[in-house]
C-alpha cells in the first residue's frame, strides 16, 4: 500500500466521511458536498490562507481553521458552519465592503447576502482610495476594486509567469499591488501575458476593451487605444 | 568619489551572496545615502538576482527603510501610551513648528526628516526618540525636547537593574555592558562541550522546567528535542530579539548589560540541537544593544568561547547578527525567518512549525532573549537550582519591565508568585497617584483594575485571571491618564504593525482604530462592532499578532463598558 493509499475518516457536519490522507479540509468539504466560500483560493495559484473566509472550527479549537490549506485530521469532528464561523465570516466580509469597491464582485456579493452581512456596518469607514491606473493597451488597473487576494502577483512570479513585474507595496491596510516604484507596466518587465487579468476575482484588472466599452468610447478609439481590429503591418509594429 | 564607485564598493562586500543579504544590504545603503532609489534598487536587483519589484515590495514593508529622499537626519519621537504620558505629543509638535514642517516631512533645506514612531522600548526613559544621521550610526535617545533633539545629542542613558540576589541582573554600577572578563569565560558551555552530551544539555533543560518568555510560554527543552530530533543535516538557532512590544524593554537591558549571557545561552542552544550557525534578529530600533553584541561576539571569538572549535572540542558556532528595520510583526517567529531571508516580514502559515521547517526551511529552534539568557545559569548550577525558583507552572526568575505612573520605572527580576500589588507597592518603589489600571503583558494585553492586583505573578495564575505576562511589559496608569487616549494609541499601534496579509487582521486593525478615535463621540453599536471584531482577528488571523490585536479593547470593554457609551 503506497502512502496515497493511505485515508482516514473524520466528521464533517455531522457525517462521517474518509479522504486521503494530506487532504485539505476544503477537499474534503467538495466530497460530502458542502459548500465552503472562498476569495483568495484558486485551484491555479499556491494557497495562502489569506482571505480566512474559509474558516472552519475543528474540535471547538482556540482558532479556527482556514478550510483551504488546513490538512484533514483523522476522527476530528468539522463543523463548516457553525456561529463563531459565521461571526467570522461576516464580519470578514463586513468590513471587506468598507475598504473595497465589490460592486464587480458579484460571488462577494453573494456572500454578503448568504452571511446576512451588512452593508453599513461601519460607517464612517476608510474606503481604500486609487485612481485607475491606464498604462497599457492591454488592462486597465482598478486598485479601488482590489481585495488583496495576490493570485495577480503569485501568477506573475513563481506560480506562473516568472516575470516579476508585480509586488505588494507598504503594509497592513495601506497595501496596494504595484509595480517597483510605481512605473507603468510599459516599462516594468510586463509580458502582457494577461494571467493576472485571468486569475482576477473582481473588477480591478479589467481587459482594455471591457472597460473601453464601458467607457461609452467610440470604435476609433477603441481602436486607438487597445491595438483592436488594427490591420497588423510593420508599422503597427512601432508602437502608437 | 562619485556615486558609481562609492556604491560598488558598498556592494561588492556583498558579492556572491543571495536573497538572504538583502536587508543587510538595504540597511547600507540607507545609511549612506538616507534612502534606496530606483538606481540602487537596479544594482542591488543585479547582484543578488532578486527582482526590482521584490526589492521595492521589502523596502516598503519595513518603516526603517526609505524609497523616497529624506533629510540628513531622520527624527523619530516615540509616541505610544508611556511616552505619550510623558509629554511625546507636545515634543513632536514643537520639534515641527520649530523646523517649519508637518510629520512626516522633510525640511526645504534638507537637514531634517521628522516622525512618530512605534514604541522605542525607551519607557523608563519617556519621551525617547530614535534619530538616523546620514552616514552615522543611528542613535536612541533618552528624555527628549524639541530643544534637544535640535542641539546636542546625549545617547547616554542606563537603566538600573538587578541587586545581589538577582539570577540574571547584575548590580550594574556604571553604563558600560559586562566585559568577558567580568562575566567569566563561558563556564557553563566548557562544561557543556567538555563532559556533557547534546542530550545531557536537553535533559536539563527540560527537568529545569524554563518556559519561552517571548509571549507563548512554551517549554523550552522540548522545542530543543524537536529540533534535535528533525531530520537534516543543516539547523539553525535564532534567538528573536525583535523585542517590540510597546512597554516592554528587558530583553534590551538584558542585552546592553550582559551581552555574554545571551551569547552562552545561544552556544548552548546550538550544541544541544547540534548546529554550528545562530542567528540574532534584533529590532533596528536598538542600536546600543545592536552594537554591544556586535563587540561582545568578536571578544568572545578572540577568547575561543565562540568560532570554530569552541574550547578545542569539536564544536564550532558562528553567530550572525541581523538588524530589524521596523516592522513589529517580524518578533512573529515566522516573519523572522522571512526577514532573515529578505523577504517581506509575512507570517507563515502554521503547520509546519519551525522546530522541522524554520528558517530557510531548515529546523529551528526559535528562542527569546531572557529564556536564552536562563540557560547557562541552569547548566551550571543544575535544573534543580533553577526550579526551586518560582511556583510550580512558573519555574525560574522572571522579569518584567515596568512603566507609567510609579516611582521607580525599570526592568526587574521578580520570583513568580509574588502579587501584583507587591510588586507595584514594595519593588517598583511605589505607584504615582491613585491606581486606575494596569495593562498587563503589552499592547495585546489585558487591564487589571486596582481590586484584582492581588493576582500572583506567575504564569498560570496570571492565566487563571484571564490575563498573561505575555511580553513581561506592565503599564501602569493612575487616575490622571484618559484611557481612551491609551486605547487610541493601542489601535494605531496595531493598524501601522498589521503585515497586511491576512483580511481579519489587515481589515480589523484598521476598522478598530477607526472606532477607537471617535472614543470621544462613540456611535450607537461601537462596542458590539470591536466585539466582532476582535473575536474575528482573535479566532480567524493566520499569526499572534492578529489573535492579540484586539485583546486588550475586549479587555477594557469588559473592565470600563463606560468608556464606550456616549457621554451623557
Request: proline residues 14%; aromatic residues 14%.
Given at each position: 500500500m503506497s502512502e496515497d493509499d493511505i485515508t482516514l475518516t473524520l466528521t464533517l457536519d455531522g457525517d462521517q466521511i474518509e479522504v486521503a490522507k494530506g487532504a485539505t479540509l476544503l477537499d474534503a468539504a467538495h466530497l460530502a458536498g458542502v459548500d465552503i466560500p472562498v476569495i483568495c483560493y484558486h485551484e491555479a495559484t499556491s494557497p495562502n490562507g489569506l482571505c480566512r473566509i474559509c474558516v472552519v472550527d475543528v474540535d471547538g479549537g482556540r482558532v479556527l481553521q482556514p478550510a483551504c490549506v488546513a490538512e484533514c485530521q483523522a476522527d476530528s469532528k468539522v463543523e463548516t458552519r457553525n456561529e463563531r464561523v459565521e461571526r467570522s465570516r461576516r464580519t470578514i466580509l463586513e468590513m471587506l465592503n468598507a475598504s473595497v469597491n465589490l460592486d464587480e464582485a458579484p460571488e462577494i456579493q453573494a456572500m454578503m447576502t448568504d452571511y446576512d452581512a451588512d452593508d453599513a456596518r461601519f460607517p464612517d469607514a476608510n474606503l481604500r482610495e486609487h485612481t485607475v491606473i491606464d498604462?497599457?493597451?492591454f488592462y486597465v488597473r482598478d486598485y479601488e476594486q482590489c481585495v488583496l487576494c495576490w493570485r495577480c502577483v503569485q501568477v506573475c512570479a513563481e506560480d506562473a509567469q516568472f516575470t516579476f513585474a508585480l509586488t505588494l507595496k507598504n503594509r497592513g491596510h495601506d497595501t496596494s499591488v504595484a509595480t517597483a516604484f510605481d512605473i507603468s507596466m510599459t516599462e516594468s518587465p510586463c509580458v502582457f501575458c494577461g494571467q493576472c487579468v485571468g486569475v482576477c476575482p473582481t473588477g480591478a484588472l479589467k481587459p482594455k476593451l471591457e472597460w473601453g466599452l464601458e467607457q461609452g468610447w467610440s470604435a476609433a478609439e477603441l481602436r486607438q487605444n487597445t491595438r483592436r481590429g488594427r490591420k497588423r503591418s510593420p508599422e503597427d509594429d512601432d508602437g502608437e | 568619489m562619485t556615486f558609481h564607485s562609492r556604491i560598488d564598493t558598498l556592494l561588492s562586500i556583498y558579492e556572491g551572496r543571495g536573497r538572504e543579504a538583502l536587508l543587510p544590504i538595504l540597511w547600507e545603503v540607507q545609511g549612506a545615502y538616507g534612502h534606496i532609489s530606483p538606481e540602487h534598487v537596479r544594482q542591488i536587483s543585479h547582484l543578488l538576482r532578486v527582482p526590482e519589484a521584490d526589492i521595492f515590495g521589502v523596502i516598503g514593508f519595513y518603516?526603517?527603510?526609505?524609497g523616497e529622499p529624506t533629510g540628513r537626519r531622520i527624527i523619530r519621537v516615540c509616541t505610544d501610551p508611556i511616552c505619550a504620558l510623558a509629554g511625546a505629543d507636545d515634543v513632536l509638535h514643537r520639534l515641527c513648528e520649530a523646523l517649519g514642517v508637518h510629520e512626516g516631512e522633510t525640511t526645504a533645506d534638507g537637514d531634517y526628516t521628522v516622525e512618530h514612531s512605534p514604541c522605542l522600548g525607551l519607557c523608563d526613559y519617556a519621551p525617547a526618540a530614535l534619530v538616523s544621521a546620514r552616514g552615522e550610526a543611528d542613535v536612541a535617545l533618552p528624555h527628549v525636547s524639541a530643544d534637544s533633539l535640535l542641539s546636542d545629542w546625549d545617547g547616554q542613558y542606563f537603566t538600573p537593574a538587578g541587586n545581589d540576589r538577582s539570577v540574571l541582573l547584575k548590580p550594574m554600577l556604571r553604563a558600560a555592558p559586562e566585559t568577558l572578563a567580568q562575566y567569566g569565560n563561558y563556564a557553563a558551555l566548557r562544561r557543556a562541550v567538555t563532559e556533557m552530551s547534546p542530550d545531557d544539555v536537553i535533559t536539563q533543560v527540560e527537568a529545569s522546567g524554563l518556559i519561552g518568555r517571548g509571549g507563548a510560554a512554551f517549554p523550552t527543552g522540548l522545542k530543543w528535542k524537536f529540533t534535535r530530533g528533525a531530520a537534516g543535516e543543516i539547523k539553525y538557532v535564532v534567538c528573536n530579539a525583535d523585542e517590540s512590544e510597546p512597554g516592554t524593554f528587558k530583553d534590551r537591558v538584558l542585552m546592553e548589560h550582559r551581552p555574554h549571557l545571551l551569547l552562552e545561552g545561544i552556544a548552548l542552544a546550538a550544541y544541544a540541537i547540534g548546529t554550528d550557525k545562530a542567528y540574532i534578529f534584533i529590532r533596528g530600533e536598538y542600536p546600543k544593544a545592536t552594537a554591544i553584541l556586535a563587540d561582545a561576539i568578536r571578544e568572545a571569538e578572540t577568547a575561543c568561547a565562540l568560532g570554530e572549535r569552541v574550547f578545542d572540542s569539536d564544536f564550532s558556532l558562528d553567530i550572525e547578527l541581523r538588524r530589524g528595520a521596523g516592522a513589529y510583526i517580524c518578533g512573529e517567529e515566522t516573519a523572522l525567518f522571512e526577514a532573515i531571508e529578505g523577504k517581506r516580514g509575512f507570517p507563515r502559515m502554521k503547520p509546519p512549525y519551525p522546530t522541522t521547517f524554520g528558517l530557510f526551511g531548515k529546523p529551528t529552534a526559535v528562542n527569546n532573549v531572557e529564556t536564552l539568557c536562563a540557560v547557562p545559569g541552569i547548566i551550571a548550577k543544575g535544573a534543580d537550582y533553577f526550579k526551586a525558583i518560582g511556583s510550580n507552572g512558573s519555574a525560574g526568575p522572571k522579569l518584567v519591565s515596568v512603566s507609567g505612573h510609579v516611582r521607580r520605572p525599570g526592568v526587574y527580576e521578580i520570583e513568580p508568585g509574588i502579587t501584583l500589588r507587591h510588586f507595584l507597592e514594595a519593588i517598583c518603589g511605589g505607584l504615582i497617584g491613585d491606581l486606575q489600571t494596569v495593562l498587563m503583558g503589552g499592547a495585546a494585553g489585558t487591564f487589571i483594575k486596582p481590586e484584582d492586583i492581588d493576582v500572583k505573578l506567575t504564569f498560570e495564575d496570571l492565566r487563571e485571571a484571564g490575563s498573561t505576562f505575555g511580553s513581561g511589559a506592565i503599564m501602569v496608569f493612575n487616575h490622571s491618564v484618559d484611557l481612551r487616549d491609551v486605547l487610541k494609541r493601542l489601535g494605531r499601534f496595531f493598524q501601522h504593525e498589521s503585515c497586511g496579509k491576512c483580511f481579519p487582521c489587515q481589515l480589523g486593525t484598521q476598522r478598530q482604530v477607526e472606532i477607537l478615535e471617535r472614543l470621544d463621540a462613540p456611535r450607537a453599536g461601537d462596542s458590539e462592532r470591536l466585539l466582532d471584531i476582535g473575536l474575528t482577528m482573535t479566532e480567524a488571523s493566520i499569526c499572534g499578532l492578529g489573535h492579540t490585536a484586539g485583546i486588550a479593547v475586549m479587555s477594557a470593554i469588559e473592565q470600563f463598558p463606560e468608556l464606550f457609551e456616549k457621554e451623557l
Open positions: 498604462d497599457n493597451p | 518603516t526603517l527603510f526609505h
